[in-house]
Each structure stands twice: as C-alpha cells, then as structure tokens.
C-alpha cells in the first residue's frame, strides 16, 4: 500500500495556473470554422485556457499578402476575424508569426497537407515591413494597451531544417537568427512594450545561441520559447511507443531544468508540449495521456512562464482532415467535440485552488498526488495518480491518503479519469468504432465521457482523516473534501 500524508499545518506554496495562460491549436484558417470557435470557448469556459497560438498566420489560406506588380497588397481582414472572435469569448492570441507568405517567399518548399511555405523571405526588408504594417494594424484595430498583453513568436521550429523529414525553416541559423531581427525590430518599431520572442525551437534548442545573437547585437528579446516532447530524448527509436517508453519517467522536467538554467532571467514559454509529437499516437485518445498531464504539470511548477499544451482540438489539418473519431489526435476534445480523458485532467486540474500542499510518500512508486486548498471555497483537492511510460511495470495500487489536522465537516467525493471512467474511446470501441457515428451515438459517447461524483469513505482517527482508494494502472482520482 502507498501512504500519502499531507499535514494540514504546514505553510502552503503558491501554485500558478501557469498551464492555462495558452493553448495550441492547428493552422490559423481553421479558426474560421464554426466548430473551431464553439470548441475553443468551451476550454476556455470550463478549463479556464486564456490565449490559444496556431501555425500559419501569414498562409496563403488566410489571403494576407499578394503582390500586384512591385507594389504589396496586405488584407488582415480573416486576421481581425479570428482575434475580433478570441477578445469576444476573453481570450487573446499567442501570435505565431509564419510561415511565409508564397509572394514573399525565396523558394517552393512546403510543409504539412495545406502547403505551408518555410523559405526565408526573398526580401527581409519587405518581410519587416509586412510585421511592422500587421502590428501597426493590430495596434489601431485594439488599442496599444491590448496588444501589449499579447506575445509574439517568430516562426516555428527553425531548428528542424531536414526536407528529408520534418522541414519547418528552408534556412540556416543564421538566417533564421536575421528573420527574428528584422520581425522584432519592426514590431518595437510600432511600440516598445509588445513582448517578442523565440526561437520557437523544438527539443529545447537555441535557447543560449539566440540570447547571445541578441545580446552582441542588441536585438529585442523579451522571453524565450521552446518545444518539448518525452520523444525528443530518445531520437534513436523510430517507432513511437518505442520511443516514449525509452524517454524515461518525468523525462519533461529534466529538459525543463536545463531550459530554465539557459533561459537566464527571462521568462520561458513552452508553446508546445504533450506525450508524442504524432498526430497519429493513440495514446492521445486514453487515459494514459490524462495521467500524463497530471503528473507533467505537477512537476514542472516553478520552472516555466507559460505551459501551452498541443492541441486543444482534433479540428487539425497538418496530416489531412481525418473522419475517425478517435485517431490519436492531439486534441482535448474529438472531431465531434467529445471530452477525451485529457479534457477531464485539465479540467481537474483547473479546480484546484491557489495554494499548494505539501504531499509526503512513504514509498518511491508509480503513484503520485499533488494537493492544494482554496481558503475562499473551503475546499481542499487531492490528485492522485499513477503513472509511467508505456511497456513499463504498472499495476493497480491500494492508496491510503492521511490528512493531519482536518476539522471539515462537508462532504467527500472522488472524479476519477481511468479505464472504466471519462474514456469515450472505450464505450466507441464497444459500439464497433464506427467512423460516422450519428447523433444518438454522440450523445452516448458524450455521457461516457463525464465526470462522475463518488463518494468516498473516510475515517478519523485524533487529529487525522484517513481515505483509502484503488488506483489503476494510468488512472487519476481527484478527492475533493469540502467544508
């Protein structure tokens, strides 16, 4: 049995949302969609994400920049859609500037089924002047102070330059690094205080080159921005499970602990992250993923700025649309909008509360818990999980949660995200996975993936309150005392 003691007494740490200030999503042209919009708002409503970053601002699918002989011709007018539609709903863009915009670009190469440009400019004064009209736009349209609380991000990737593979930047480092000055000095142009920065690396890379190029060459550099996947520790294995089975167990803090060392003074911000960089990863559909957040949140607190999760929805075009409704897509939510077993972690996790409680185990095992306590609610919340890698030893754990010094007298109850609970893609596959489920399916796949509320039973003994509990192989139980 793991023994999991939190005394009630001891002082309690500040614990930041820092996982809800943003969150990925596919290129900008699907934030046209109708479903997209409905999507967003319900993660904003109920998982409290307060900005979203996608790819392909400048894409020829969202008719940004044309030439007309010598002359350039700038329509923003999609652009002020998107963003007139995230301030209506409280939320903001994490702008993502890229790729390029093919009347601008120095070459053919594409990336991604809706033909993403990533050469460098033909032209880097005309690509200055493109980011210097767009954030002079931005400023008129919604006022200086607004966008001086939105952040802009040069690029995508620039590191993975392989046209074998993943090509994301068609240029070098260098090139890449001019890129960057030219957009952060036309945006400083406009205003000083709009925060910009990179490099937008996957891996962690570039992080100590950039701050060098920027400081001999007094280049604006106001964060740090990064990617990271458990994958990217074991490049050698080709096969995806493969892969995240060798990254080892909380790899993501250990890649984080040397980000933030390199970051120096400046704020880090992960703008991607999730268990495996695959569109194509069932993993994405179970309750692995959910046990995955849970316990990658909990370790990463203190470390980074800004933790944006890839992606919120299955509305997600690099690879093609695909119609099945579980693919192992990135998303929280399905094709048709149905809550994934990742959607119930981040929404457990948005009901904690600010202050964090010291959790002591007896015992070094697959299981884990963070807890905190709202003092306006008068309500304490305890995660419980248990998790490793894929292929690893796991198995289900009896779990005894003591807490020292609780006087409550409301009520007790666990939500629990495992096999049997919160895992539409279960109920699915027993309904014989099919690809175009009608509407009296949805509905059923929906139930399945809620929430429930379970009583728990607990026992005082002096001072102390003491639950116990199973918990399965990658489950998470959130007990919730109140009162």
Same mark, same amino acid.
């Given at each position: 049995?793991?023994?999991?003691?939190?005394?009630?007494?001891?002082?309690?740490?500040?614990?930041?949302?820092?996982?809800?200030?943003?969150?990925?999503?596919?290129?900008?042209?699907?934030?046209?969609?109708?479903?997209?919009?409905?999507?967003?708002?319900?993660?904003?409503?109920?998982?409290?994400?307060?900005?979203?970053?996608?790819?392909?601002?400048?894409?020829?699918? @969202?008719? $940004?920049?044309?030439?007309?002989?010598?002359?350039?011709?700038?329509?923003?007018?999609?652009?002020?859609? $998107?963003?007139?539609? &995230?301030?209506?709903?409280? @939320?903001?863009?994490?702008?993502?500037?890229?790729?390029?915009?093919?009347?601008?670009?120095?070459?053919?190469?594409?990336?991604?089924?809706?033909? *993403?440009?990533?050469?460098?400019?033909?032209?880097?004064?005309?690509?200055?002047? &493109?980011?210097?009209?767009?954030?002079?736009?931005?400023?008129?349209?919604?006022?200086?102070?607004?966008?001086?609380?939105?952040?802009?991000?040069?690029?995508?990737?620039?590191?993975?330059?392989?046209?074998?593979?993943?090509?994301?930047?068609?240029?070098?480092?260098?090139?890449?690094?001019?890129?960057?000055?030219? !957009?952060?000095?036309?945006?400083?142009?406009?205003?000083?205080?709009?925060? $910009?920065?990179?490099?937008?690396?996957?891996?962690?890379?570039? %992080?100590?080159?950039? %701050?060098?190029?920027?400081?001999?060459?007094?280049?604006? &550099?106001?964060?740090?921005?990064?990617?990271?996947?458990?994958?990217?520790?074991?490049?050698?294995?080709?096969?995806?499970?493969?892969? @995240?089975?060798?990254?080892?167990?909380?790899?993501?803090?250990?890649?984080?602990?040397?980000?933030?060392?390199? !970051?120096?003074?400046?704020?880090?911000?992960?703008?991607?992250?999730?268990?495996?960089?695959?569109?194509?990863?069932?993993?994405?559909?179970?309750?692995?993923?959910?046990?995955?957040?849970?316990?990658?949140?909990?370790?990463?607190?203190?470390?980074?700025?800004?933790?944006?999760?890839?992606?919120?929805?299955?509305?997600?075009?690099?690879? !093609?649309?695909?119609?099945?409704?579980?693919?192992?897509?990135?998303?929280?939510?399905?094709?048709?909008?149905?809550?994934?077993?990742?959607?119930?972690?981040?929404? &457990?996790?948005?009901?904690?509360?600010?202050?964090?409680? *010291?959790?002591?185990?007896?015992?070094?095992?697959?299981?884990?818990?963070?807890?905190?306590?709202?003092?306006? /609610?008068?309500?304490?919340?305890?995660?419980?999980?248990?998790?490793?890698?894929?292929?690893?030893?796991?198995?289900?754990?009896?779990?005894?949660?003591?807490?020292?010094?609780?006087?409550?007298?409301?009520?007790?109850?666990?939500?629990?995200?495992? *096999?049997?609970? /919160?895992?539409?893609?279960?109920?699915?596959?027993?309904?014989?996975?099919?690809?175009?489920?009608?509407?009296?399916?949805?509905?059923?796949?929906?139930?399945?993936?809620?929430?429930?509320?379970?009583?728990?039973?607990?026992?005082?003994?002096?001072?102390?309150?003491?639950?116990?509990?199973?918990?399965?192989?990658?489950? $998470? *139980?959130?007990?919730?005392?109140?009162?």
């Amino acid at each position: 049995m793991v023994k999991l003691t939190i005394d009630l007494g001891q002082p309690t740490t500040p614990f930041p949302h820092y996982w809800e200030r943003c969150v990925g999503s596919c290129h900008a042209a699907t934030a046209l969609r109708e479903d997209w919009r409905r999507q967003l708002k319900q993660c904003h409503d109920e998982l409290g994400f307060q900005s979203v970053r996608f790819h392909g601002l400048l894409n020829d699918d @969202m008719s $940004v920049y044309q030439k007309r002989g010598e002359s350039p011709e700038y329509s923003f007018f999609n652009i002020d859609s $998107v963003f007139d539609f &995230l301030l209506q709903i409280g @939320m903001k863009p994490f702008i993502e500037l890229g790729f390029m915009p093919r009347a601008l670009a120095s070459g053919s190469a594409t990336i991604f089924h809706y033909s *993403a440009n990533v050469t460098p400019p033909r032209s880097y004064e005309e690509w200055s002047e &493109l980011i210097r009209t767009l954030t002079a736009h931005l400023v008129a349209r919604y006022g200086t102070q607004e966008v001086r609380s939105w952040f802009f991000e040069v690029w995508n990737e620039p590191n993975l330059n392989d046209p074998r593979r993943w090509q994301f930047w068609a240029g070098t480092q260098a090139d890449y690094f001019r890129l960057y000055r030219y !957009a952060a000095e036309a945006i400083k142009s406009v205003d000083a205080h709009i925060p $910009v920065g990179g490099p937008a690396t996957a891996r962690n890379a570039w %992080i100590p080159d950039l %701050i060098a190029y920027c400081q001999s060459d007094r280049v604006p &550099l106001d964060f740090i921005s990064t990617h990271h996947y458990p994958t990217d520790a074991a490049l050698a294995f080709g096969d995806m499970e493969q892969a @995240m089975a060798h990254a080892g167990r909380g790899v993501l803090r250990e890649m984080a602990l040397q980000a933030r060392q390199e !970051a120096g003074s400046l704020p880090l911000y992960y703008t991607e992250w999730n268990n495996s960089p695959s569109s194509r990863d069932h993993y994405h559909d179970e309750p692995y993923a959910a046990a995955f957040v849970v316990k990658t949140i909990a370790d990463l607190q203190g470390l980074v700025d800004v933790y944006s999760f890839w992606a919120f929805s299955d509305i997600f075009e690099e690879l !093609a649309m695909p119609s099945q409704p579980f693919h192992g897509g990135f998303g929280l939510l399905n094709l048709h909008g149905i809550p994934k077993p990742t959607f119930r972690a981040f929404q &457990l996790l948005h009901s904690l509360g600010h202050e964090r409680l *010291a959790v002591v185990s007896d015992s070094r095992s697959t299981v884990e818990a963070i807890a905190t306590k709202d003092s306006y /609610a008068r309500q304490i919340t305890i995660l419980v999980y248990n998790h490793t890698v894929p292929l690893a030893p796991i198995q289900e754990e009896q779990v005894q949660v003591t807490l020292h010094g609780y006087t409550g007298k409301g009520s007790t109850f666990t939500q629990r995200i495992d *096999a049997g609970h /919160a895992n539409p893609k279960r109920h699915w596959c027993e309904l014989g996975s099919p690809e175009y489920p009608d509407q009296g399916t949805l509905q059923m796949l929906l139930k399945s993936s809620e929430l429930t509320q379970e009583e728990i039973a607990h026992r005082q003994d002096g001072d102390d309150v003491i639950l116990q509990l199973a918990i399965p192989p990658h489950g $998470v *139980a959130a007990i919730t005392l109140t009162g």
